[in-house]
């Protein structure tokens, strides 16, 4: 069974960071690239980043380049989020996915991932 389960999520004060874990298991993931989401209350889950396993590319949402890294550790079946500089506007349930191909639906829609975990929770004050 394939599970992809996020964590590292808290409640931190602007300009502070926090650091995210999406642990994989239940499948190969190598061929697989490896997204982030986040959703705040009341709005659509957007596209934060996604890092491919195979390789280094990496992709950012405007909003948050230059603050936020993503990595990939293929023998830990990890991908990080690492996330500085939080601001308030950062606040949501952060998601972590998997998709195989981007031939049906762009890198940043919701509809391209296989895989979802069940999130966690950042929470930025100000």
């Known amino acids: 069974q394939v599970q992809l389960v996020e964590s590292g999520g808290g409640l931190v004060t602007a300009g502070d960071s926090l650091r995210l874990s999406c642990a994989a298991s239940g499948r190969t993931f190598s061929n697989y690239a490896m997204g982030w989401f986040r959703q705040a209350p009341g709005k659509e889950r957007e596209f934060v980043a996604i890092v491919r396993w195979s390789g280094t590319n990496t992709f950012y949402a405007d909003s948050v380049k230059g603050r936020f890294t993503i990595s990939g550790d293929n023998a830990k079946n990890t991908v990080y989020l690492q996330m500085n500089s939080l601001k308030p506007e950062d606040t949501a349930d952060y998601y972590c996915?998997?998709?195989?191909?981007?031939?049906?639906?762009?890198?940043?829609?919701?509809?391209?991932?296989?895989?979802w975990g069940q999130g966690t929770q950042v929470t930025v004050s100000s």
């Open positions: 996915a998997a998709a195989r191909s981007f031939y049906g639906a762009p890198y940043w829609t919701t509809r391209a991932y296989e895989y």
